[in-house]
């Protein structure tokens, strides 16, 4: 089933056109990649796929999509005293949530309750971006648009992250938008590749992205665009 219809996709920020003549459709329980260059417009896709960004052209989702969002960064200052459990149970509270949810998505990512007392500017990089998916379950959406998910992670913390997504991804049916700047992640858990660079633009299985492809969205050698672990 289709969950996701984009046709003739124009953004335009500040006099400046980021995504022109985008069309592309998201089945049920894919993996959607969004790969390409710096300032090509992934973010600026996600957050008007979101409602957050004016747009010309048509964004359709299906009737029973509910939708989660994971930010690429969220800037927390270390001396505000706000623990995990009060920003999980504040959005328990606007979407009138039970209180259990909670403690059945601090499981289903693989996080100790006992971490809800700890201000969120104390967490690791790695249990930071779990609280984030933490957030983003909360609701239970069936979709949900990962920007970047592991951009400020260490090697091996960000592929517990990419395997916790793809878990969630098989066990629960949830439909995934992931934007990821790491070829091997999108060769090993992509269905489906949305390559973006202002006006040009390809979308297919992963296996359709050769070097001589990925050049001409990148306008740059392979080697100069794949991922570096620090």
């Avoid at 953004?11 to 993996?31: A, K, R, S, Y």
């Avoid at 029973?64 to 995990?84: I, M, N, S």
């Avoid at 299985?205 to 570096?228: I, S």
Wanted: charged share 20%; proline share 5%; with cysteine.
């Amino acid at each position: 089933m289709k969950v996701l219809s984009v046709k003739n996709l124009k953004v335009v920020l500040n006099d400046q056109t980021i995504i022109e003549n985008l069309n592309f459709e998201v089945e049920e329980g894919e993996n959607l990649a969004i790969i390409g260059p710096n300032g090509s417009g992934k973010t600026v896709l996600l957050k008007t796929l979101l409602g957050l960004i004016p747009y010309e052209g048509e964004i359709q989702w299906a009737s029973g999509a509910k939708l989660g969002y994971v930010p690429q960064k969220v800037e927390v200052d270390l001396h505000l005293p706000l623990t995990l459990e009060n920003l999980l149970e504040a959005k328990a509270g606007v979407m009138k949530i039970q209180s259990g949810e909670i403690k059945s998505v601090l499981d289903r990512v693989n996080l100790s309750p006992s971490i809800l007392k700890t201000p969120v500017g104390h967490l690791s990089g790695g249990q930071f971006q779990k609280a984030l998916i933490c957030f983003a379950l909360l609701g239970q959406p069936n979709v949900i648009l990962f920007d970047e998910p592991t951009a400020s992670l260490d090697q091996l913390a960000e592929e517990r992250i990419y395997e916790l997504i793809d878990e969630l991804q098989k066990e629960q049916q949830i439909t995934v938008m992931l934007v990821s700047h790491d070829l091997n992640v999108v060769y090993q858990y992509a269905t489906k590749v949305l390559c973006l660079n202002r006006s040009k633009f390809c979308f297919g299985p992963p296996e359709e992205l050769n070097p001589e492809l990925l050049e001409r969205v990148y306008g740059a050698p392979l080697k100069h665009f794949e991922h570096d672990h620090h």
